[in-house]
């Protein structure tokens, strides 16, 4: 089993910033990935980013690239998503998730990951 938690989420000016956190606890394997989704009611879960755990390699959605960077820090088994230039579109609850395997490629498919934590939301006002 694999908790996540995560933190950060507020209401922000559009133009503004703010850095989610996702911190891990539980049996992770020893390869895995964490990812961030967001989702607005009445939509579908759409993928923000990803980061393989075993080398550091990132994959970011359409909307988000070169806005929002994901990182992690391996001492705390935390994940970060740092939201820069936010829109208003950027508005939704955000997850992050675990998937304990890391093969290739399909890190956008929410089907793929085993645990996700409860939420964050994320406001952006115009």
């Known amino acids: 089993q694999v908790q996540l938690v995560e933190s950060g989420g507020g209401l922000v000016q559009a133009g503004g910033s703010l850095r989610l956190s996702c911190a891990a606890s539980?049996?992770?394997?020893?390869?895995?990935?964490m990812g961030w989704f967001r989702q607005v009611p009445g939509k579908e879960r759409e993928f923000v980013a990803a980061i393989r755990w075993s080398d550091g390699s990132t994959y970011y959605g359409d909307s988000v690239k070169g806005r929002f960077t994901i990182s992690r820090d391996n001492a705390k088994n935390t994940v970060y998503l740092q939201m820069n230039s936010l829109k208003p579109e950027d508005t939704a609850v955000y997850f992050c998730a675990v998937d304990q395997d890391d093969y290739c490629c399909t890190y956008y498919r929410d089907a793929r990951y085993d645990y996700w934590g409860q939420g964050t939301q994320v406001t952006v006002s115009s």
């Open positions: 539980g049996r992770t394997s020893s390869s895995y990935v």
